[in-house]
Each structure stands twice: as C-alpha cells, then as structure tokens.
C-alpha cells in the first residue's frame, strides 16, 4: 500500500496510452500540495510525469474508492480519463476480489469501470456538456462552432466539457498543426476563465481520427482519455463521425463510444505498470 512512511512516499508510475502518471495511495492520509507535486512531476531531477494522482477514501456508498488529481505545473484537475483507468488497475491489483464493474469517486462525479477480457478498462466518462456556462467558455450563445482571434489568426473550434473544458479545431494535417502555439495562446484567451485543453484533430473516415491534446497545466501529451471523448462528442454532434470511434494519438488507441445523446460517453484503452519506488 502507497503511504506515508517515515516521512516518505511511496508511488507507483504507471501510464494509459503514453499518458503518464504518479500514483499515491492518501486513504491512510498523506500531505500534497503544488510545490511536492511539481517536483514529482520533473522530468530531469523528480519521476517524471504529466499527472500526480491520489487514490482516495470513497465518499459516496457506491464507490469503491476516490481519486483526485494535480497537473504537472501544481494545479487542480476535475477528470482524467487515463488516469481514472490507472487507478482501476491500480486496484484491481491491490483487490482481486474487485468485481468486473465497479464505480470511482472522481473529482467531477462517478465514473463506472468496466474490466474488460483483454486487459484493458472501459470508463463511462459522463455526457458531454456543450452549454457555454458549464464548460466555461463565455459567448454570446451556444452553437455548434465558435470563432475568434488566437495568435494573429482567426481559428473556429467546437466547445464542449466532459468534466473539464475542450476545444477542437480541426486540421487538414497534424503534421503542421502549431500545437504549442495555437494551443497555449487559446489557453490563454479570456473567453476560457478556467483555462482549456486544445484538441488538434484530422479526420480518416467516419470511424477513425488521429488526435493531438495541448494540455491545460501540462502541454501537449502523448494521449488525453478526456480529450478524446471530446473530440469525438464534439464531430458525432457535427454529424462529421459515427458514434463508435477509434481515436489515435501518439501514444496509443482509444476507442470512444457516443451511443445517444442521452447517454454516457463510453472509452476504452490500455494500462501498464511502469515502476514502484520512494520519494
């Protein structure tokens, strides 16, 4: 068990998809805050991550245990769909006795696992919430695509909030997208208070898209399980995509599901064990 001992931590490093994370067990109690986590969190002098991740006590009857999660740069995060399949695993290790479906506390409400046969985890990541108030982005009134002035030029992105804020532009090819330009000057934008994750997406067909996140309070990253069920939430409602879609990034596959509406968006996806070690 991750927990405070004599005066150390122990962690576990673990990634989904390339996205990579620090696990620490707080359910006995443990003390984090910006400046621990941004030294965990350095690539050159900490362990190296894009995410630190606590694994909770459950607060609600249904839940088999909570998470919370801190950027790279120190800050907050409401959701973190490859992390939450960290923590999954994370647990199913720790308890074999888990059953195949179970639920988790996350910071933006419960979000219900799926074990899956080969290995990887199922997560049903809420539904999309496209009204400008709840993502927050602050415009006029809500619409399919939104316009505005980023880095001298104009750019149209879709909007939408899976528990923390997305934007999408679509690129012709993600070869020559300014993911570090374009994605840190829309972050910045006064219309995006709470900051924004920039999804970079080119479509291949109408059941596949590759996919480039610049990540609030972490950059870009080599995949962004939130980020793709953004994406694809964001294309179904534009009637660019099906509703069953196998999102690429540079760390992996994603396989996102819409199937109404009024459901859930569903994804699944891969976990490995990296490393356990001391800090």
């Known amino acids: 068990m991750s927990q405070p001992v004599a005066g150390a931590l122990r962690f576990t490093k673990m990634h989904g998809a390339g996205n990579d994370f620090v696990l620490i067990d707080c359910r006995a109690g443990c003390v984090i805050d910006a400046a621990l986590v941004r030294a965990m969190a350095d690539r050159h002098r900490g362990v190296g991550c894009d995410q630190l991740i606590t694994i909770e006590t ?6 088999v245990a909570g998470y919370r999660i801190w950027n790279s740069d120190g800050s907050s995060a409401q959701q973190c769909g490859n992390g939450a399949r960290c923590v999954a695993a994370w647990l199913r290790r720790e308890r074999s006795d888990l059953p195949r479906h179970f639920v988790l506390d996350s910071p933006a409400g419960a979000v219900a696992v799926e074990t899956l046969d080969n290995g990887n985890y199922a997560l049903h990541m809420g539904r999309p919430e496209f009204r ?13 695509s939104y316009t505005i002035n980023v880095a001298g030029e104009t750019v149209r992105f879709g909007a939408v909030s899976m528990g923390n804020p997305h934007a999408l532009i679509e690129m012709d090819a993600l070869d020559d997208a300014s993911v570090q330009r374009l994605g840190a000057a829309l972050q910045a934008r006064p219309e995006f208070p709470d ?5 970079f997406v080119q479509l291949r067909s109408r059941t596949a898209i590759a996919l480039r996140v610049y990540e609030r309070g972490v950059g ?11 994406a694809v939430a964001i294309l179904v409602r534009a009637g660019r995509v099906d509703r069953r879609v196998r999102v690429s990034l540079a760390g992996g596959d994603l396989d996102i599901e819409w199937p109404d509406d009024a459901a859930p968006v569903r994804m699944a996806g891969p976990t490995a064990f990296v490393f356990e070690g001391v800090w």
Do not use: F, K, M, Y
Request: with cysteine; hydrophobic share 45%; glycine share 12%.
């Open 132 to 144: 400008p108030a709840r993502i927050p982005l602050r415009v006029d009134a809500e619409a399919a």
């Open 220 to 230: 870009e990253t080599l995949a962004c399980g939130s980020g793709a069920c953004a």
């Open 58 to 63: 459950a607060h609600s009857n249904a839940a």
């Open 195 to 199: 900051g924004v994750n920039v999804g």
